[in-house]
């Protein structure tokens, strides 16, 4: 028996080719006319999207067609025989057009839902995160709030300037953190057997009671050690250290005291890490990267700080402008890494021949700038004469042939010759180019 659905489905098709028959019996001799009406049959499937029964009535549908002129009252003839194929061919494009559309409805149907599915479960995973993310946040937030001093005193740690400062409050820390107990901070590498036990597992020790803990010999530990703890010092992922806290009472400390001082020694090592890049940062900022001298910013900056120092005491100071001579034939005869190495060798030696209290920048390209502090121009032009002379005396090899490097200097005095940074830098690098015409490998103060 047809379920309720089923029986549908068959009713539909089955009433259009009941009204279709009785036209054709009323009107057989109009059947050219009347026949194109079984396309609505085929409009019925596309609609109710059954498949497995139109192609019956395709069949049936294309039988009546070749049928039909035969039984009309005028018998067959090629005209009613020619439009009978023509409509059939008609009927069967339509089916073509419609279980086409069907397919294609159907597909993107399908892709839809795979694309449902596939968000569905981006969805879930997505949920399954936050929830952990939630659980996780949750967790931390309840350490945080039953931490609270804990927590201020971290944030004084993250406030230190220095690494030695941020080791400092970090004992500070740990003391007030756990009274009555002792606390040492230890660098380098392990000492004794707690320091390598931490240093070979990478995770912190806990030993509620040293006579009860079987982990350990007793004699390992001394009368105040019976609740010990010990904790790796990181940095950059580096094992720099250890903590140590130690109380001569057994479960002095427990696990949320070990998770604590985790906490402390973890953010210590980020705090040191942060001043360890903030000062490598300003480092890279005013430094050239290839020579390690100070940069053409850097430089002006100084002159300016100088002239400042020097209006104020006035007493001189003087800059002294250099080029490489011939700087460009060191790199198209031994090639760019030679340029770099003559480089590196001027700025050592323009480095090594000042005092610490002098400047030395790299001004760009091949050429130098120092600044002599509280010197006049003769005193400074004596120490550009021995950078000059160091230079000349170097000898250099690329790809096994011999060379020298030579260098012009130009230098002018604050405030005899100029009061603005640009004009100190403008007189000292006309007589850079005086040496450069007057046959360069020189000196030139005038």
Not at 123 to 147: C, F, M, W
Not at 169 to 197: C, I, K, M, Q
Request: glycine share 8%; net charge neutral; charged share 25%.
């Amino acid at each position: 028996m047809l379920r309720p659905n089923a029986l549908a489905k068959v009713a539909g098709p089955a009433a259009i080719i009941g009204a279709l028959g009785w036209t054709l019996l009323v009107w057989p001799a109009h059947f050219l006319w009347v026949y194109p009406a079984a396309g609505a049959l085929f409009i019925w499937f596309s609609w109710s999207g059954e498949r497995e029964i139109k192609y019956i009535f395709l069949f049936l549908a294309t039988a009546a067609g070749f049928i039909l002129p035969n039984l009309s009252p005028g018998g067959s003839s090629l005209y009613l025989m020619a439009g009978a194929i023509a409509e059939v061919l008609c009927l069967w494009l339509l089916f073509y057009a419609l279980s086409h559309s069907e397919s294609s409805r159907m597909a993107a149907k399908e892709r839809l839902a795979a694309d449902e599915a596939a968000a569905a479960g981006k969805v879930k995973d997505l949920e399954d995160e936050l929830a952990r993310y939630r659980l996780h946040l949750d967790s931390t937030l309840a350490r945080i709030r039953d931490k609270g001093a804990l927590s201020s005193a971290i944030h004084d740690m993250g406030s230190a300037a220095t690494p030695d400062q941020v080791k400092e409050r970090l004992e500070t820390l740990l003391r007030n953190y756990f009274p009555g107990a002792s606390v040492e901070l230890r660098t380098g590498a392990p000492r004794d057997f707690a320091d390598h036990w931490v240093a070979e597992r990478k995770i912190p020790m806990l030993v509620r009671n040293s006579e009860a803990d079987s982990r350990f010999a007793r004699d390992l530990f001394s009368s105040e050690e019976r609740s010990f703890m010990a904790l790796p010092l990181y940095l950059f992922g580096r094992l720099v250290g250890f903590v140590r806290a130690c109380a001569a009472s057994p479960d002095r400390f427990k696990s949320e005291d070990l998770r604590g001082a985790e906490l402390a020694c973890t953010l210590a090592g980020v705090s040191m890490e942060n001043i360890y890049l903030f000062d490598k940062v300003n480092e890279l900022a005013i430094k050239d990267g290839l020579t390690g001298l100070y940069t053409h910013r850097a430089f002006k900056t100084r002159v300016e700080e100088e002239i400042l120092r020097s209006s104020r005491s006035k007493v001189a100071f003087s800059v002294i402008m250099g080029d490489i001579d011939h700087f460009k034939s060191y790199n198209d005869t031994f090639g760019h890494q030679a340029g770099d190495t003559v480089l590196k060798a001027v700025a050592e030696v323009l480095s090594g021949g000042i005092r610490e209290i002098d400047f030395a920048a790299r001004y760009g390209g091949e050429e130098f700038a120092l600044v002599i502090t509280g010197e006049g121009k003769a005193q400074a032009a004596a120490v550009a004469e021995n950078l000059r002379r160091t230079l000349e005396a170097r000898a250099f090899s690329f790809g096994g042939r011999p060379s020298r490097v030579t260098v012009s200097f130009g230098v002018a005095e604050f405030p005899a010759e100029g009061v603005t940074a640009s004009q100190l830098v403008r007189a000292s690098d006309e007589r850079l180019y005086k040496a450069k015409e007057g046959g360069r490998n020189r000196v030139v103060l005038e």
